[in-house]
C-alpha cells in the first residue's frame, strides 16, 4: 500500500491541459519533490492530491482508499501553502491549534500538542504574537506548526520556501527535512528551485507540460537525465548541451576538427557536466576561455569551441587571459547523447558496456 | 514665503469647507440661542429657552422615538442583508454580474423615484402588497395610511435601497481576501458557516464599522421619500428628525427653533459616531 498514488490523473480547463495523464506512487515516509518550471502543472497536481482541485480523470489514492472524489478534509493530510496562509487576525496560538479546535479536540490534548509542536519548531516565545509582527521565518514556522500539529501522515508543501532570503532558505530546508525525518511524514514538495529538490528529496518527479519528464532519486536525475530538458534543469550551472556534427572519424563540433565522440553527429547533441570538463594543456577538444565567473570554491569559466559555448567547472580561482588557448579533456563515461529533433537521451556516448547494463532506469 | 504658499494651496478647500459646513454649524449654534425675528419684533437672546421649548415638546420626542426605531430596524437588517448579498454574488453563480447589477440597482436609482415606485406597492386595494394578500384572502389594509405600520413600510423601504449600496463595500473586501485562506479552512475542516465565523466575519470588520457608520448617519439623513409617501404622517407616525427639522424650518417658519432641534441632531450623530470610533477600534483587526 502507498501511502498517494495517482493513477492517469489529468487536469483540463477549457483548452488548456494543465497535468496529462501523471501517474505515480509514492512511499509512506518519503520525501517526494514535484520539480519543473513554472506553468508545468506540478503545483495543480498537488492541489488535486489536496482535494482542492477536482480531477478531470484518474483517480487519487491516500492509504489505499480513494479519494478522487472526496473533500479536502477527509483526505487526512495537511498543507503547506506558499503565502503560508495564515489568518491575520488570529494570534500564533490560534493559528496553529485552529484545526483542532474545527475538529474539536479537546482542550488538555490540545494545550500538549501545541506545546509540544511550538517547541518543535521554536515558536514557544512567540504564540501570543499576530502574523504581521513575526517575520518571513518566523511565519514560515507558523505555517509548518499548523500542518504538523494535526498529526497527518501527509504533508503537502506548495514552494514553502520560495519567500525567503537565500541564507533563511538553506536553514529551513535543513530543518523541513529533519522534522519530515523525525517525524516520519510522506512529504510532497513542490518546487522550481532544483538546488532544494536535490538536496532535500528521497525522490524527484519533474515535470514538463504537465507530463513526467522523469522520476527518479536525485542523484539518478543527475548523472542519467532522461533528457536534455532534465540535464539543462538539474545541476547549477546546468549541464552542457552542445550540438554535434557528422565527421570523418566521429562527431565533430562545427569548426573544430577534433572528434568527440564516435558515431555520427548529425541528429545528436553532446551533454557533458561543467564539472566533469578538465582544461589541459594536452590532447582534448581545443577551445578559446572567454570568461569567467568566480564563486570562491570554484570558478565557472565560459569556453568557446567552434561557435559554442561550453562552461568548464575549475576549482579554486582561475583567472581568465581573453582568447586564451587551451584543451578540454572529460572522462569518456561522463559524456552523454540526446536525440537532438526530441530531445530525449540516447545514452552515453560510445559508453563502457558495463554502464549501459548497470546504470538504474535504463536508456532507450 | 513658504508660508504664503502654503495657505494659497489651502484656500480652495478652505473657502468651501468654511463657508459650506464650518460657519453654517456655528451659525445654527448661534442662531439657537435667540429667538425667531419678526418684522415688527427683531431676534432676541433667549438663552436656553429653545432648548427648554424642544424638551417640553412632544412632537420632538414622538420624532425622536420614531428615529430611534428606524435606525433599528434600518442599521442591523441593511447591513445583515447587504452581507449576505455579498457572500453570495462573490461565490461561483451562473449568471454573478447579473446578479450583482439587480442587488446594486436600487443604490442608483433616484429616492424619490423609488418612493414613487414602493407608493405603488403601498396602495389600498390596486397596490401590489394588497393585490398579493387578496391572494390569500386577506383584508385590504391601508399600509401608510395606519400609524402602526406606516413606519415600518418606511423601514423596509430603506432597507432596499441601502442594502445594495454597502453590498459593494463588502463584495469588494470580500475580494481582497487572499483565497489561499479559505483553501486552508477547507483542509483543516472547517464548515461555511465556522469559517464565515471565524475567519470571514472578523477580516470584514473593518469594513463592517465603515458600513455601520453610514448606516446610522443615513438613518438621520435619508427623508426624501417621506415627502412622497407620507409627509411624516398621520399624526406625525412616519416623521423622523430632519423631516421635523423641515417642517419647522420652512413650513411653521420658525428658524430658530429649526437650530435648536439641528444642534441636537449634530449632537447626537457626533456621540455615535465618537462612541461607534472608540468602542469599535479596540476589537477591530486592520491589516
Known sequence: ?364 | MRQVYGWLLLTPAAILLIAFTHYPTVATLWHSFFSQGTAMRPAAYVGLENYLYMLDDEIFWKVVRNNALYAAGTIPASIAIALLMAVWVNGKLPLRGLARMAYFTPTILPMIAVANIWLFFYTPEIGLLDQFMRLFGLPSHNWLGDPDTVLWCIVVLAIWKEAGFFMIFFLAALQSLPPELEEAGRLEGAGRWYYFRRVTFPLLMPTTLFVLINATINSFKLVDQLFILTKGGPDNASSLLLYYIYEVAFSFLDEAYAATLTVALLATLAIIAIGQFFIMDKRIHYR
Open chain 1, 1 to 364: 500500500m502507498h501511502a498517494i498514488e495517482l493513477d492517469g490523473v489529468t487536469k483540463r480547463w477549457d483548452a488548456t491541459m494543465a497535468v496529462d495523464d501523471v501517474s505515480f506512487a509514492v512511499e509512506a515516509g518519503s520525501f517526494v519533490v514535484l520539480l519543473g518550471p513554472s506553468g508545468c502543472g506540478k503545483s495543480t497536481t498537488l492541489r488535486m492530491i489536496a482535494g482542492l482541485e477536482e480531477v478531470t480523470a484518474g483517480r487519487v489514492r491516500i492509504n489505499g482508499g480513494d479519494m478522487t472524489d472526496e473533500p479536502p478534509a477527509r483526505r487526512n493530510l495537511s498543507m503547506v501553502f506558499q503565502s503560508y496562509a495564515l489568518f491575520p487576525h488570529l494570534n500564533v496560538r490560534e493559528n496553529i491549534i485552529f484545526g483542532l479546535k474545527v475538529r474539536r479536540v479537546e482542550s488538555g490534548e490540545r494545550d500538549a500538542r501545541l506545546r509540544r509542536v511550538a517547541e518543535l519548531v521554536g515558536l514557544d516565545e512567540l504564540l501570543d504574537r499576530r502574523p504581521a509582527q513575526l517575520s518571513g521565518g518566523q511565519r514560515q514556522r507558523v505555517a509548518l506548526a499548523r500542518a504538523i500539529i494535526a498529526e497527518n501522515p501527509i504533508c503537502l508543501m506548495d514552494e514553502p520556501l520560495s519567500n525567503l532570503d537565500a541564507k533563511l532558505r538553506h536553514a529551513m530546508r535543513v530543518e523541513i527535512r529533519e522534522l519530515q525525518q523525525r517525524l516520519g511524514m510522506t512529504v510532497i514538495y513542490v518546487t522550481h528551485d532544483q538546488t532544494e529538490a536535490m538536496s532535500m528529496a528521497d525522490r524527484i518527479i519533474l515535470l514538463r507540460d504537465g507530463r513526467i519528464e522523469q522520476d527518479g532519486a536525485p542523484d539518478e536525475l543527475y548523472s542519467l537525465p532522461a533528457s536534455t530538458f532534465v540535464a539543462s534543469l538539474i545541476g547549477a550551472p546546468p549541464m552542457n548541451l552542445i550540438d554535434v556534427a557528422d565527421g570523418a572519424d566521429g562527431a565533430v563540433i562545427e569548426g573544430v576538427g577534433h572528434v568527440v565522440t564516435g558515431g555520427a553527429g548529425a541528429g545528436r547533441r553532446l551533454g557533458i557536466r561543467p564539472e566533469h570538463i578538465e582544461i589541459s594543456a594536452g590532447d582534448g577538444l581545443p577551445a578559446a576561455l572567454i570568461a569567467s565567473d568566480y564563486l570562491g570554491a570554484d570558478t565557472i569559466v565560459t569556453a568557446r569551441a567552434g561557435k559554442q559555448d561550453v562552461l568548464v567547472r575549475v576549482p579554486g580561482h582561475r583567472k581568465v587571459n581573453n582568447g586564451e588557448t587551451v584543451r578540454l579533456s572529460w572522462p569518456r563515461e561522463s559524456a552523454h547523447m540526446f536525440d537532438a529533433a526530441t530531445g530525449r537521451r540516447i545514452g552515453y556516448a560510445d559508453p563502457p558496456a558495463a554502464a549501459i547494463q548497470s546504470g538504474p532506469g535504463a536508456d532507450e
